[in-house]
């Protein structure tokens, strides 16, 4: 037998994995028709994640083809969406890896002057499970130096390359001093991230692979990855977690890249899922630091944990 396999390990090892990064309550208000600014039923967070070249660069694909690709996300995808979201009045979150930003030091001074937000994803889309804790630390830390050079503010907020987590991630968020993060997956609505059952003031902002658009329209030719869905029958899943957000009075998160959703035959499901949205007169579209904002009022409320 390898002792070293999971149905050894003891209790303690076993428990100290699942306990070491945890969602404590929700930190949206209890009451419905209190949680929302304005009186809005529902939440709406929109963010792109402008990965670019750099998911290609992380692998060492360095490819004409693949640059290429990726190219395409920011020279034109980019500007088709900050069109759409100016027709729809809806500011949005942009996390971009800190390459993206230096090979194009206008791009984040562009979202910001359209009213959206800037926030980290990393320096290179690196995987964050294959770094130590110091390369961790030292990447996002650059990161948050170039962003915060570009956009005249310091990022508040932070989503993992690829939602990758590792068992340092936390530790490295708390110490560069974010308020919240998007990359886990615990629940629909905002809750503060426990470190091994202690609160620890940061907000999370989940996500879900059904509200992003790669699993449904990413292609690799050389791997078995393959658009499976017309953009169409997209719209319908979007359209059914939104309603069912917006019965709860809870909160419709997505995550879009724009190498992925740019496409004109693609973006037609943001522009109808916002028609849709927009049919709403109390819907509160926003950003993801202002929400995490306006729902860390609870955490100076909240001593307990489950």
Request: proline content about 8%; aromatic content about 8%; hydrophobic content about 40%.
């Amino acid at each position: 037998m390898n002792d070293s396999q999971p149905w050894s390990w003891p209790e303690s090892q076993w428990r100290g994995h699942v306990n070491s990064v945890r969602a404590g309550k929700p930190l949206a208000h209890p009451d419905p028709a209190q949680r929302w600014p304005g009186g809005a039923k529902a939440a709406v967070l929109l963010s792109f994640d402008s990965d670019h070249e750099t998911p290609a660069l992380r692998d060492g694909e360095t490819s004409p083809g693949k640059m290429a690709q990726g190219e395409y996300g920011a020279r034109v995808a980019v500007p088709r969406i900050l069109d759409l979201l100016k027709r729809h009045e809806a500011p949005a979150s942009f996390y971009i890896p800190a390459v993206c930003a230096l090979l194009r030091p206008d791009e984040v001074p562009g979202y910001v002057a359209a009213g959206h937000e800037v926030a980290v994803h990393g320096w290179i889309h690196e995987r964050n499970t294959l770094l130590t804790y110091e390369q961790e630390l030292d990447l996002l830390g650059r990161a948050v130096d170039v962003l915060q050079t570009q956009s005249g503010s310091r990022p508040t907020g932070i989503r993992t390359p690829s939602w990758d987590f590792s068992d340092s991630t936390l530790r490295v968020i708390q110490e560069l001093g974010f308020e919240y993060d998007s990359s886990l997956m615990a629940d629909n609505e905002p809750y503060e991230l426990l470190a091994d059952g202690q609160p620890t003031g940061v907000v999370e902002i989940p996500v879900e692979w059904i509200r992003d658009d790669a699993p449904y329209l990413m292609m690799d030719r050389f791997a078995s990855l393959r658009p499976y869905m017309p953009p169409r029958e997209l719209i319908q899943i979007w359209k059914d977690e939104f309603d069912a957000a917006y019965a709860v009075g809870g909160t419709f998160q997505l995550t879009m890249h724009p190498h992925i959703i740019g496409h004109r035959s693609r973006l037609i499901v943001l522009d109808e899922l916002m028609k849709h949205i927009r049919s709403f007169d109390d819907v509160w579209v926003t950003t993801h630091a202002d929400l995490a904002h306006h729902v860390a009022s609870q955490l100076d409320t909240r001593t307990d944990t489950p």
